[in-house]
C-alpha cells in the first residue's frame, strides 16, 4: 500500500543518485531515499521527514479519491508541522532556508492534481489552539510569505480568524491580497465554532475545523471530508408557489425533483423501498411535488405556500442524502483515508460506513437572495402599494418578461434589494435562511450524524440559473442565480458595511455550517498604500464581528479582467 509507494520513490532516488553527474544533486537524492525509507516504516523526527510524510498521506488520500475528485487538503499546514519546525529550532538543526523550499515545494506539488472532476486544494493558517489561545506562529507567516512568492493556483489559503489573533498576522494577509490572486479567504473561527459546539462537538475538536473543499466544514483528522450535497434551487421553489403547484413552463410538477436540483424518483413507491433499508420516514419527500394547489393571489398566500414546497425539497434532500450515503457504504470504500481519520480503526468501520468520530453532511441552497428581492418586490408591488397583481406576476414569468417592460423596470428601480441594509430585505433575508436551516436542523443522516444546512454556491449557481425560468425579482431565464449569500447580479449595493449588516442583522451565520461564500470586490487600488490595508483590515475585522461566516476579495480592475479575458495566457496569476 502507501509504505509500499513511499519505498519505491526511495528506490527511483536512490537509482537516480546513481547516474547523477552533479556531485550536489546525487547527495540530495541519496538524503531523498534515506527520508523515504525511514517515514516507509517509521514516525518522522525531523522537519524533513514530517513535511515529506504528510505529502505522501495527501497524495495517496488524493489517488484513492480519483474516480470522484481530491476534495480536501493537506489540514491546518501551520499546526501539525509546527511540533518538528520547534524542536529543531531549538536543538539549533532547523535549516530555516532548506525549509522554506520544502514548504514552497508542497504548495508548488498542489496543483498537480487535474481534470475534469478536480476542485480545488485548501490550506488552512492560523485559528486556534484545543485550550482556546491564538494558534499563530512563525510557520503561519512563512505559509503566506511563500504563497505569494509562488503564486500558484492551488492550495486556497484560508486564514481561520478569532477575535484574540495575531493583528500583525492580519495586516500581512491582507497585505497578501495585492498580488491579485483573490487569496487568502478568511474564515470566522468563532463561528463555526460556536455552531459546531451546538451540535454536540467538543470546544477543543470543534476548533479544529476547516473546509473540506471550498467553505463548507468539517474537522481535521475526525470527520469525512466529502459534505455538501445536494443543492437545492430555492428560486425554483418559489416558482413552484408562485404557480400553484407546478412548473411555470412546462405545466405539472412530475419533474419537480430535477427542477429543484435533487435526484429521486418519481414513483411513489421509493419512500416504502427507502424506509425499509433504514431511512427516515417522510410523507412528502417523493421527486413529485404532493399536489397543485389554488395559485396565490397575495403576498402572505405567495409567502406561505413556497415554506410548503421548501419544505417538500427539504424533505426530498433528506431522502436523496441518505440514499446517496447508504449507498456510497456499499460501492465507496476509502482504506487508506479510513486509516487516517480517528474512530475508523477504532471502530473498525470504513469512513464511508460511519467510522469517523464524526459524520456530517451539508445540503447547499442555491438562490436565497432571488427569493429575498422577489418577495419583497411583491411585498412592496402588491401588498403595500396595489399597483400589480401576483397574476401579472405570472404572466411577465411566463413571457420572460417580453411586453412587460414596466414591470420589470418597477421591480428593479422601485423595489428594495437584499444587500442594501434596507430593513424588509433584512427581515426576509432572515426568514429565508432561516427557514432553509430550521427544515434541515435536527435530522440525522443515514451514518447517525447531524444535517449542516449551507449556502455554498460553488458554480452550481449558473449552471442552475441557465435551467431556470424568469424570476420575480426581475431575473430572466437563463441568468445566473446570486452567488451564495450575495446580492442579485445588478444590484446597486450601498458598500460592504450595508452589505455585511444585511447578511448579518437577521441571521445567525454559525448556523449555516454547510458554509457561505462573501465575495466583495474593492477598487484595484485600494491596497496600494499602507493605510489603504489597514482601512480595509478594520472593515474585514469588523464584518467577522459583526458575525460574517466568510470573507473573500476581489481586486482585480475592470481592466485588468477585460484584459484576461482578450488575453488568457498572458493573466495566469488572476
Given at each position: 500500500g502507501l509504505q509500499r509507494l513511499i519505498e519505491r520513490y526511495a528506490e527511483c532516488a536512490q537509482?537516480?543518485?546513481?547516474?547523477?553527474?552533479d556531485p550536489a544533486w546525487a547527495d540530495e537524492l541519496r538524503e531523498i531515499a534515506a527520508t523515504c525509507r525511514h517515514i516507509a516504516q517509521e514516525p518522522p523526527r525531523t522537519f524533513r521527514e514530517?513535511?515529506?510524510?504528510?505529502?505522501?498521506?495527501?497524495?495517496?488520500?488524493?489517488?484513492?479519491?480519483?474516480?470522484?475528485?481530491?476534495?480536501?487538503?493537506?489540514?491546518?499546514?501551520?499546526?501539525?508541522?509546527?511540533?518538528?519546525?520547534?524542536?529543531?529550532?531549538?536543538?539549533?538543526?532547523?535549516?530555516?532556508?532548506?525549509?522554506?523550499?520544502?514548504?514552497?515545494?508542497?504548495?508548488?506539488?498542489?496543483?498537480?492534481?487535474?481534470?475534469?472532476?478536480?476542485?480545488?486544494?485548501i490550506l488552512v493558517i492560523g485559528g486556534r489552539k484545543s485550550d482556546g489561545s491564538d494558534a499563530t506562529n512563525e510557520l503561519s507567516f512563512r505559509i503566506l510569505e511563500l504563497a505569494d512568492r509562488v503564486q500558484m493556483y492551488f492550495p486556497g489559503i484560508d486564514i481561520s480568524w478569532h477575535a484574540e489573533i495575531d493583528r500583525e498576522f492580519m495586516r500581512r494577509a491582507i497585505a497578501l491580497l495585492r498580488n491579485g490572486s483573490g487569496q487568502p479567504s478568511i474564515f470566522n473561527s468563532d463561528q463555526i465554532t460556536k455552531g459546531l459546539v451546538r451540535h454536540?462537538?467538543?470546544?477543543?475538536?470543534?476548533?479544529?475545523?476547516?473546509?473540506?473543499?471550498?467553505?463548507?466544514?468539517?474537522?481535521?483528522?475526525?470527520?469525512?471530508?466529502?459534505?455538501?450535497?445536494?443543492?437545492?434551487?430555492?428560486?425554483?421553489?418559489?416558482?413552484?408557489?408562485?404557480?400553484?403547484?407546478?412548473?411555470?413552463?412546462?405545466?405539472?410538477?412530475?419533474?419537480?425533483?430535477?427542477?429543484?436540483?435533487?435526484?429521486?424518483?418519481?414513483?411513489?413507491?421509493?419512500?416504502?423501498r427507502q424506509s425499509r433499508i433504514g431511512f427516515p420516514a417522510c410523507q412528502r419527500g417523493t421527486g413529485v411535488l404532493a399536489c397543485p394547489t389554488a395559485c396565490p393571489t397575495t403576498y402572505t398566500e405567495l409567502r406561505d405556500a413556497y415554506l410548503r414546497v421548501l419544505r417538500h425539497a427539504v424533505d426530498g434532500?433528506?431522502?436523496?442524502?441518505?440514499?446517496?450515503?447508504?449507498?456510497?457504504?456499499?460501492?465507496?470504500?476509502?482504506?487508506?483515508?479510513?486509516?487516517?481519520?480517528?474512530?475508523?480503526?477504532?471502530?473498525?468501520?470504513?469512513?464511508?460506513?460511519?467510522?469517523?468520530?464524526?459524520?456530517?453532511?451539508?445540503?447547499?441552497?442555491?438562490?436565497?437572495?432571488?427569493?429575498?428581492?422577489?418577495?419583497?418586490?411583491?411585498?412592496?408591488?402588491?401588498?403595500?402599494?396595489?399597483?400589480?397583481?401576483?397574476?401579472?406576476?405570472?404572466?411577465?414569468?411566463?413571457?420572460?418578461?417580453?411586453?412587460?417592460?414596466?414591470?420589470?423596470?418597477?421591480?428593479?428601480?422601485?423595489?428594495?434589494?437584499?444587500?442594501?441594509?434596507?430593513?424588509?430585505?433584512?427581515?426576509?433575508f432572515g426568514e429565508v435562511a432561516g427557514s432553509w436551516c430550521d427544515f434541515i436542523e435536527g435530522n440525522r443522516n443515514y451514518l447517525g450524524g447531524p444535517f449542516f444546512p449551507g449556502f455554498l454556491g460553488w458554480t452550481v449557481w449558473i449552471s442552475y440559473g441557465e435551467r431556470t425560468p424568469a424570476t420575480p425579482d426581475g431575473r430572466l431565464a437563463g441568468e445566473p442565480l446570486a452567488n451564495s449569500i450575495m446580492s442579485c447580479t445588478g444590484v446597486q449595493t450601498k458598500g460592504f458595511p450595508a452589505l455585511v449588516r444585511s447578511i448579518t442583522d437577521e441571521f445567525d451565520q454559525s448556523r449555516g455550517l454547510g458554509g457561505t461564500t462573501c465575495n466583495v470586490r474593492f477598487q484595484a487600488n485600494v491596497l496600494e498604500t499602507d493605510e489603504g490595508a489597514e482601512a480595509l483590515l478594520g472593515l474585514t475585522e469588523a464584518a467577522l464581528d459583526l458575525g460574517a461566516y466568510q470573507l473573500q476579495f476581489n481586486l482585480a480592475s475592470t481592466e485588468q479582467m477585460r484584459a484576461a479575458q482578450a488575453d488568457p495566457e498572458a493573466h495566469r496569476d488572476l
Open positions: 537509482e537516480m543518485a546513481a547516474d547523477a553527474s514530517a513535511i515529506q510524510l504528510g505529502w505522501f498521506m495527501f497524495m495517496g488520500c488524493a489517488l484513492e479519491n480519483a474516480p470522484h475528485h481530491h476534495c480536501f487538503g493537506p489540514g491546518r499546514l501551520d499546526q501539525w508541522l509546527w511540533r518538528f519546525w520547534e524542536a529543531e529550532q531549538r536543538a539549533g538543526t532547523l535549516d530555516e532556508p532548506l525549509a522554506d523550499d520544502l514548504l514552497a515545494q508542497m504548495l508548488i506539488k498542489c496543483n498537480e492534481f487535474a481534470g475534469p472532476q478536480m476542485s480545488a486544494v454536540g462537538v467538543p470546544f477543543e475538536h470543534a476548533v479544529d475545523h476547516l473546509p473540506s473543499t471550498c467553505t463548507e466544514t468539517s474537522i481535521m483528522g475526525r470527520s469525512n471530508p466529502h459534505v455538501a450535497w445536494p443543492y437545492v434551487n430555492l428560486a425554483m421553489c418559489l416558482e413552484y408557489a408562485l404557480f400553484g403547484g407546478v412548473h411555470p413552463e412546462k405545466g405539472h410538477a412530475d419533474d419537480f425533483a430535477a427542477d429543484v436540483g435533487l435526484r429521486l424518483e418519481r414513483r411513489t413507491g421509493v419512500l416504502a434532500a433528506i431522502i436523496q442524502c441518505n440514499r446517496d450515503m447508504w449507498l456510497q457504504s456499499i460501492h465507496r470504500p476509502f482504506p487508506l483515508l479510513s486509516c487516517l481519520i480517528e474512530g475508523c480503526v477504532e471502530s473498525g468501520r470504513n469512513i464511508s460506513d460511519g467510522g469517523a468520530l464524526y459524520n456530517f453532511i451539508q445540503p447547499e441552497a442555491v438562490g436565497p437572495s432571488n427569493v429575498v428581492d422577489a418577495l419583497a418586490a411583491v411585498c412592496t408591488l402588491v401588498e403595500e402599494r396595489g399597483e400589480y397583481t401576483l397574476d401579472d406576476f405570472r404572466a411577465a414569468i411566463r413571457d420572460n418578461f417580453e411586453g412587460h417592460d414596466e414591470l420589470r423596470r418597477a421591480i428593479k428601480r422601485d423595489c428594495p434589494k437584499h444587500g442594501t441594509d434596507d430593513a424588509l430585505c433584512n427581515r426576509l
